[in-house]
């Protein structure tokens, strides 16, 4: 991965939803994650362009009738699960931002690489 990435996401169900036992919730996740999937790859991301070190994210949301942090958990576990990054543990994840603004798709997600 060079310098930064730009990904549009769908926004993912609330963590609200998909922390308790309902196995609706989990269908929902499903459906979101192959949608998501879906996304990534017309954008054209491919799995082995992914950073390996230390990196900094900054959360785009579309504004509406949500919690502006009842989604990064399930958005920053989905760019691990592809491996758009290698983790998100405190030595990897240096800097999170979370913000509304412009996000055609629900979440727009940068990136970017640190020294």
């Known amino acids: 991965m060079t ?15 998909g922390r308790r036992i309902d196995w609706r919730a989990t269908a929902k996740f499903s459906e979101w ?5 879906m996304s990534v790859l ?9 950073h390996a070190g230390p990196y900094e994210l900054r959360l785009v949301m ?10 990064e958990k399930a958005i920053v576990d989905y760019l ?11 030595h990897m994840l240096r800097s999170l931002h979370l ?10 997600a940068h990136i970017r690489r640190l020294p």
């Open 42 to 50: 017309a954008q054209g991301w491919r799995w082995k362009n992914g």
């Open 99 to 108: 913000e509304f603004g412009d996000a055609p798709d629900g979440c727009r």
């Open 3 to 17: 310098g930064e990435i730009t990904l549009d996401l769908p926004l993912p169900p609330a963590v609200n939803v």
């Open 62 to 71: 579309r504004e509406g009738r949500h919690d502006l942090d009842a989604h």
């Open 33 to 37: 994650q192959s949608r998501t999937d």
């Open 80 to 90: 691990v699960r592809i491996g758009v990054v290698a983790s998100d543990s405190h």
